[in-house]
């Protein structure tokens, strides 16, 4: 073990950095090796996180929006300080190239800006009622201690947006990062306490893997957590939801997909074949909204597929190394269900599935023509660097395609015909329908959540601030 390897992650309790007693290294994709060591959260660890969020809970609620904003503002202006370095902690922990923990980077600093612009738009109602004598309000006021739950794949996005809104209502966070990219978590609490947010209203902790299920168990089991928020994937979003419901608390679930793009006749085939291209290897596909089916018109098939070859060539095809996924489990389960494709019907249209690599967490690109609902990438999400082609004639066709899966999340159309295009997005059955761009579209103006199996609740924008507030009558005689 290096000495790099003999640094160990603390945990964020009550404002300072804590440092458990269990730890866990924590395995590089890009190397094989530990990079370094992480705390592990014990059961009195938890209890530590959730005493300190609750004391804290009771003068948050009570600081003015200005207050909140201000340390927003603030946290802006850390993310761009110190973008370097922060990148760096989320490449050599999850494997991403730069321009992803940028990109991931550049758009925590714009939730630090929109929701502190935000937050001075909740507000109550005072309705009439029944007896004129009778007066009332509706408040709306924060739940207390929020448990977020938020995974590797885009650790600043998706870890500030858990946290952020949350805390801009009035309430307290414990976020128990992901085990994979435990000094990215950190880092990323530690820009909120750099610009000042008082101590306790932001605690972190993570576990090692093999106490995932007892750890996450006693942290929504805890009285004072009040609320959850989990982003991941769908089987173990059932876990948390089934947790959530035996505690009689509600929570806010953004699970996988299994995203369509329908290519119609009409089609910008350039565009098409580029944004499909992006919306399927991004971050080598490993993004819960990555493109996973393309359903492609007969009369255009033949001229998509060169130009979509073409765009994968353009976007990925200078790099000397195969894109690093998350653990050589990821790269299995992919190969595995290319080569179960092809076994059924399916051919290569890009890549070669047993290309050898320099690691075995590194894997190009694949694309599978002649896809059929026989084949296991049909149902399953790869949640890697495979994407399967699909032909289609009819918008019935199109449409039966694109909703037989158990996901919801989201989806994209490409056609010159915006009326079509909306007509389609009427029947599709995701949380977002995209016309002539990619499926991958997270931004803190729009809200974003899924259907069916990909969850329910909604981050980003007002509702997404309105998730982490319940209202209280209050009535009054005149």
Not at 50 to 62: G, L, P, Q, S, Y
Not at 263 to 269: C, I
Not at 389 to 397: K, Q, R, S, V
Not at 437 to 454: C, F, Q, Y
């Amino acid at each position: 073990m290096s000495d790099a390897a003999t640094y160990s992650v603390p945990f964020w309790i009550n404002g300072e950095e804590y440092h458990a007693e269990k730890q866990y290294d924590v395995i590089s994709p890009v190397t094989g090796k530990a990079i370094h060591r992480s705390g592990a959260a014990s059961d009195a660890d938890v209890k530590k996180a959730v005493e300190a969020a609750d004391k804290a809970f009771k003068t948050w609620k009570k600081t003015l929006p200005k207050e909140r904003r201000d340390v927003f503002l603030k946290a802006a202006e850390i993310f761009e300080r110190r973008k370097e370095e922060l990148g760096d902690y989320m490449m050599q922990e999850t494997g991403a190239p730069r321009q992803w923990a940028d990109f991931n980077l550049d758009v925590a600093k714009d939730f630090c800006l929109d929701i502190g612009g935000r937050i001075r738009t909740l507000e109550g109602t005072i309705p009439t009622t029944a007896d004129p004598e009778t007066g009332a309000m509706i408040v709306r006021e924060p739940f207390g201690v929020i448990l977020a739950i938020a995974p590797w794949n885009a650790p600043y996005i998706l870890g500030i947006r858990s946290i952020l809104f949350p805390i801009a209502a009035g309430n307290t966070a414990i976020l128990k990062g992901s085990e994979a990219c435990p000094r990215t978590m950190w880092g990323l609490c530690s820009v909120f306490h750099e610009a000042g947010l008082p101590a306790g209203v932001l605690n972190m902790l993570v576990h090692s893997p093999q106490d995932a299920p007892r750890i996450t168990a006693n942290l929504i089991a805890e009285p004072a957590v009040k609320k959850i928020n989990f982003t991941g994937s769908t089987g173990v979003g059932r876990i948390i939801g089934r947790l959530a419901g035996e505690n009689l608390k509600p929570v806010l679930l953004e699970l996988g997909g299994k995203a369509p793009a329908i290519v119609w006749e009409d089609a910008d085939l350039d565009n098409a074949a580029f944004q499909c291209a992006l919306g399927a290897f991004l971050n080598s596909g490993q993004i819960c909204m990555s493109t996973e089916r393309i359903l492609v018109h007969k009369n255009v098939r033949a001229e998509f597929e060169k130009r979509f070859v073409g765009a994968i060539d353009q976007i990925f095809g200078s790099a000397p190394d195969a894109p690093i996924l998350i653990n050589s489990a990821a790269v299995t389960k992919n190969k595995a269900l290319i080569k179960d494709a092809l076994a059924k019907g399916g051919e290569l249209l890009y890549g070669n599935p047993d290309a050898v690599e320099k690691s075995d967490t590194r894997m190009k690109p694949v694309v599978i023509n002649n896809a059929n609902r026989e084949m296991e990438i049909y149902q399953t999400e790869s949640f890697g660097p495979s994407v399967a082609l699909y032909e289609i004639e009819t918008e019935e066709e199109a449409l039966e395609i694109a909703n037989d899966t158990e996901y919801g999340l989201t989806s994209a159309v490409f056609t010159e015909d915006l009326r079509r295009g909306l007509r389609f997005a009427k029947e599709i059955e995701t949380g977002a329908v995209h016309i002539n761009s990619m499926t991958v579209h997270d931004e803190s103006a729009l809200p974003h959540g899924g259907a069916k199996a990909s969850g329910y609740g909604r981050f980003n924008t007002a509702t997404g601030m309105a998730e982490w507030v319940r209202t209280k009558t209050i009535t009054y005689k005149f």
